[in-house]
C-alpha cells in the first residue's frame, strides 16, 4: 500500500524590513545580492525557526509554516524509510535516519500540537546544507549491518539502492567525465572511488577480489579536491535526504564556472516534486544553470542591507522567463550585477575598461579603512541594448547608471526608451531635448553633398580586389557620419551646442539624465577625455590605461565624471 506522505513548507517569509514574500511547495528559490547582505544568515533563520519560531535571526523576521498530512501519515512515512528501535523505551519507538531520531511520543507531540514550528521533527522536514557538511558527505561511512542497522550517512542508502549509485555516477560524469563508485568490500568503512568503473566479469560480484584489486587501483573520493567533494556532497544530500525543505549555502563552492552551471542546472531538475529548494549563491553560472532548466518554480529574491535592516526584491518566474528569452542577457555577464551593490551599463567594453580602471584609481589613493561600493562596469553592445539591460536589472532593484556618448540625443529612439527605464517621464525632459536637437541639426555639417560624393569615389577608386574590403566599407560609413552635424557633435560634446536658450536646455536637460541614472559623456565621446592621445576605440583606451589615472592631469575630466557617476549611489543601496 503506497505511503501517504506528509509534507512541509514555507508558505511565506517575512525579513527584517516588514516586507513578505508568500511561498509555494514546489519553489526553487535563489538568494543572491551583493557581500555581507545576509544570504547566508537568511537560510540559518528559516532552518531555526521551522524548529522554534521564537529564535532571533538579523534576516528573517517571521516565517509561515505550512504542513498536509495527519499523526498516522508522519508515522507510516517515518516507518517506510528509518530504522526503528523499540528496545531504547519499551512502548516508544525510536526512529532514525542519516544521524538523527526521535521517539514517537515526541514526534506526535510536535506534530500535532505545535502548528507554528516543528520542534524535534524539524530537521527530519529542513535542512540546512553548509559548505563543510558538504566535505564531510564526501569522506567514507563508517561500514553497518545494511538488514539491521540504522543508516547514519547517505552512502548507506547507496548500499540499499544500486540504482540511486547509478543515479549519482550518471550526474557525476556528466559533471566530471568519471565515475563514482561504491567499495562495498573495503571492510570498516565504505569509501567512494572516482575513475573508469571495472566492468564486472561472468564470474565475478561487487566484492569479488579480483574485482576489488581493479576498484582499489583508482582514487578515493576523499583523496581529491574540495571541488569534486563538494559536488558529491551536495548530490548526497539532494538525491537521498528525504526532506521537503532544502536550504544549501553556496552550492557552487569550490566548483569552476561549468560545473557550478551543471549542479544548477541538475539541482532543479533533480529535485524532487513537492520539495522546496533554496539556494543562496554568489555565483551567475549557478544561477544560470538553474534558469536553463526553464522551471516554473524558480524566483530570484535578491537580498540588500542598509544598517541592520535587510529587505527582499522578487523576480518572479513569469519576468525570468521574458527576461531570460533575450540573447543579450542569457548569453552574457550582466546577471553579475545581481551580486554588484551598483552597475554601470557602458556601450562598448572598451568604455567599460577605461571608466573601472579610473574608478579604481580613485580608491586605491584612499585610506584601506574607506569603505569601497561594489561596483560592476558592464556593457550591452551599443546604445539601442541599453533599455533592455536597465529595465532587467531594476526587475529586482539593482542600482543602475547608465553611460552614453553624446550622440544619444541625436534621435528620440533610444533616448526615449533608456529615460523610461531608469523610471522618468518622457514628458520631463522632451521640450529642452527638442531645443537641443534642434539647435544642433540645423548647424552646417562637416561635409556637404558635393563633399561627400567626392571623398566616396575617391574610396571606390582605390579598390582593386575582386570582393569589397572591410576597411572601404568602414571609410564610407565614417564620410556619411561627416555628412550630419551631430558627427562633429559625438567628438566635441556639449560645447558644439549654440549659446543661449540651446545651451541652457542642454544644461537642464544633461542634469535632468544624471537624476534618473543617463550620465551623456560631455567631452562627446571618450576620446574627448584625453585628445592628445591618438587613435579610437581600443587602441585608444590601450593607451589612455598607460597613463597616471589618478594624477595626470589631462584625465581631470573624467576622474571627475567617474565620481560624479558614482557619487549618488548608496552604500547598501
Known amino acids: 500500500m503506497a505511503v501517504n506522505y506528509p509534507s512541509v513548507w514555507i508558505s511565506e517569509l517575512m525579513f527584517s524590513d516588514g516586507s513578505r514574500v508568500p511561498c509555494s511547495p514546489n519553489d526553487v528559490l535563489i538568494i543572491v545580492g551583493p557581500n555581507n547582505s545576509g544570504k547566508s544568515a537568511c537560510l540559518r533563520g528559516i532552518r531555526d525557526k521551522v524548529q522554534d519560531v521564537a529564535k532571533s535571526n538579523p534576516v528573517i523576521a517571521q516565517i509561515g509554516l505550512g504542513r498536509s498530512g495527519s499523526a498516522d501519515d508522519l508515522f507510516a512515512w517515518l516507518g517506510d524509510w528509518t530504522f526503528t528501535d523499540s528496545e531504547r523505551q519499551p512502548g516508544n519507538v525510536f526512529f532514525q535516519a542519516l544521524g538523527i531520531g526521535v521517539f514517537h511520543s515526541q514526534a506526535e507531540h510536535d506534530w500535532t500540537y505545535r502548528q507554528d514550528a516543528l520542534g524535534?521533527?524539524?530537521?527530519?522536514?529542513?535542512?540546512?546544507?553548509?559548505?563543510?557538511?558538504?566535505?564531510?558527505?564526501?569522506?567514507?561511512?563508517?561500514?553497518?549491518?545494511?538488514?539491521?542497522?540504522?543508516?547514519?550517512?547517505?552512502?548507506?542508502?547507496?548500499?540499499?539502492?544500486?540504482?540511486?549509485?547509478?543515479?549519482l555516477s550518471s550526474k557525476f560524469r556528466n559533471a566530471l567525465s568519471v565515475d563514482l563508485i561504491l567499495h562495498r568490500g573495503a571492510g570498516s568503512e565504505a569509501p567512494l572511488y572516482v575513475g573508469e568503473a571495472p566492468s564486472i566479469g561472468d564470474a565475478e560480484d561487487r566484492v569479488s577480489l579480483s574485482y576489488v584489486r581493479r576498484l582499489e587501483t583508482l582514487s578515493t573520493l576523499q583523496s581529491q579536491g574540495d571541488g569534486m567533494r563538494s559536488f558529491v556532497g551536495v548530490l548526497l544530500a539532494t538525491l537521498v535526504g528525504r526532506e521537503s525543505v532544502l536550504l544549501i549555502d553556496e552550492p557552487e563552492a569550490f566548483l569552476h564556472p561549468p560545473q557550478a552551471h551543471l549542479l544548477g542546472s541538475t539541482l532543479a531538475h533533480e529535485r524532487a516534486d513537492g520539495r522546496q529548494l533554496f539556494l543562496a549563491t554568489h555565483s551567475a553560472d549557478l544561477l544560470r544553470g538553474v534558469l536553463d532548466s526553464e522551471s516554473r518554480n524558480v524566483r530570484v529574491l535578491r537580498l540588500t542591507r542598509q544598517g541592520s535592516t535587510n529587505a527582499v526584491h522578487v523576480l518572479d518566474n513569469a519576468h525570468i522567463r521574458e527576461l531570460w528569452a533575450d540573447p543579450l542577457l542569457r548569453y552574457s555577464n550582466i546577471l553579475d550585477g545581481l551580486f554588484h551593490e551598483c552597475v554601470v551599463v557602458c556601450e562598448s567594453d572598451g568604455d567599460c575598461r577605461f571608466f573601472a580602471a579610473v574608478y579604481n584609481s580613485l580608491h586605491d589613493s584612499e585610506s584601506e579603512s574607506a569603505r569601497r561600493l561594489d561596483v560592476m562596469f558592464t556593457h550591452c553592445g551599443g546604445k539601442a541594448r541599453l533599455p533592455v539591460v536597465?529595465?532587467?536589472?531594476?526587475?529586482?532593484?539593482?542600482?543602475v547608471k547608465a553611460v552614453a556618448d553624446f550622440d544619444i540625443l541625436s534621435d528620440e529612439k533610444p533616448l526615449r526608451e533608456v529615460v523610461e527605464a531608469l523610471g522618468l517621464e518622457w514628458s520631463e525632459v522632451e521640450h529642452d531635448w527638442k531645443c537641443v536637437k534642434g539647435a544642433i541639426d540645423s548647424k552646417k555639417p562637416e561635409l556637404n553633398t558635393t563633399e561627400i560624393a567626392e571623398e566616396i569615389h575617391s574610396v571606390l577608386d582605390g579598390i582593386t580586389e575582386p570582393f569589397f574590403p572591410k576597411n572601404a566599407k568602414d571609410k564610407i560609413q565614417s564620410v556619411l557620419r561627416r555628412s550630419s552635424p551631430w558627427a562633429t557633435a559625438k567628438s566635441v560634446g556639449k560645447a558644439f551646442v549654440p549659446s543661449g536658450d540651446p545651451s541652457q536646455a542642454c544644461e537642464r536637460l544633461l542634469k535632468t539624465l544624471r537624476s534618473a541614472g543617463l550620465h551623456v559623456v560631455e567631452v562627446g565621446e571618450l576620446e574627448g577625455f584625453a585628445r592628445t592621445i591618438g587613435g579610437h576605440g581600443p587602441k585608444w583606451v590601450n593607451e589612455a590605461l598607460q597613463r597616471d589615472l589618478h594624477k595626470d592631469p589631462e584625465l581631470d575630466s573624467a576622474r571627475e565624471f567617474v565620481e560624479q557617476l558614482l557619487s549618488t549611489v548608496a552604500l547598501g543601496e
Open 120 to 167: 524535534a521533527l524539524s530537521r527530519w522536514f529542513c535542512n540546512l546544507l553548509t559548505t563543510e557538511e558538504r566535505l564531510q558527505l564526501a569522506n567514507p561511512a563508517p561500514a553497518i549491518p545494511i538488514t539491521h542497522a540504522a543508516p547514519s550517512h547517505p552512502i548507506h542508502y547507496l548500499y540499499r539502492n544500486d540504482q540511486l549509485e547509478s543515479k
Open 390 to 399: 536597465i529595465r532587467a536589472l531594476k526587475e529586482v532593484h539593482v542600482p
